[in-house]
């Protein structure tokens, strides 16, 4: 079992409100990642991280926002929730180099009315 | 660029017969090739990866894959499959030339063992 953590699992939360996901893992982990997942499941990368203070954005574009002030910890947040932003968001972490796999979390289920 | 393909939605299998998953890919370098299974309102599992080396890769559950350079495949395989094995499976790619900053996933298969 991989030591990564996201809260909350499920929100249903209406339109303008603030979020906040939680992202934790105890590994160690340099690099974290946030994917989207659409309900066709494909994954989208939205936000990376490479270290403490270090923060780029993905491929896909995203109205959220990423902060990394701690190795462990990579919270992402929205300002104000739409309904177009329903979605499953997804944590990783990894070691740093390019053969490195991905250690995910369980996910975050937004729903957004 | 990289890119990374499952040209099936969908496979269904019965259980105890052998299974496929197929993946192709393109990268300009040598490619870095992982698989992935995400079961229902999960985050995804690393099975296996191939970096360099013997080109049929054993992971986690049973399962291998067979890296082919010259069709630029990595079909995800198992011997015998189980009702268990149902979920969704992605194939992934990085360049090892450093072209690309992160992994590409490729649209995932759901994989359905029938009883």
């Known amino acids: 079992e991989a030591d990564i953590y996201q809260t909350p699992r499920y929100l249903v939360i209406g339109t303008g409100k603030k979020i906040t996901l939680e992202c934790s893992q105890t590994?160690?982990?340099?690099?974290m990642y946030w994917y989207q997942q659409d309900p066709g499941m494909e994954l989208h990368l939205i936000h990376y991280s490479y270290g403490v203070n270090s923060t780029e954005k993905g491929d896909l574009s995203s109205e959220s926002t990423v902060s990394r002030i701690r190795t462990e910890h990579f919270p992402l947040t929205l300002e104000s929730a739409r309904p177009s932003h329903t979605s499953q968001y997804l944590c990783a972490s990894s070691d740093p180099g390019d053969a490195r796999e991905l250690f995910f979390g369980e996910g975050s289920r937004l729903t957004v009315l | 660029a990289q890119s990374v393909a499952q040209p099936e939605d969908q496979v269904n299998v019965a259980e105890g017969n052998p299974l496929t998953v197929k993946c192709t890919y393109s990268?300009?370098?040598?490619?870095?090739l992982f698989w992935y299974v995400q079961y229902p309102n999960r985050g995804l599992q690393f099975l296996l990866k191939?970096?360099?080396?013997?080109?049929l890769v054993k992971g986690s559950y049973g399962f291998e894959a067979e890296f082919n350079k010259s069709q630029t495949s990595f079909h995800l395989k198992k011997p015998s499959a189980l009702v268990s094995d149902s979920a969704l499976y992605f194939c992934a790619v990085r360049d090892s030339s450093g072209s690309a900053r992160q992994l590409t996933f490729g649209s995932g298969t759901q994989l359905t063992v029938l009883p």
């Open positions: 590994m160690g982990h340099d690099k």
């Open positions: 191939y970096i360099t080396g013997d080109n």
């Open positions: 990268v300009s370098g040598n490619p870095y």
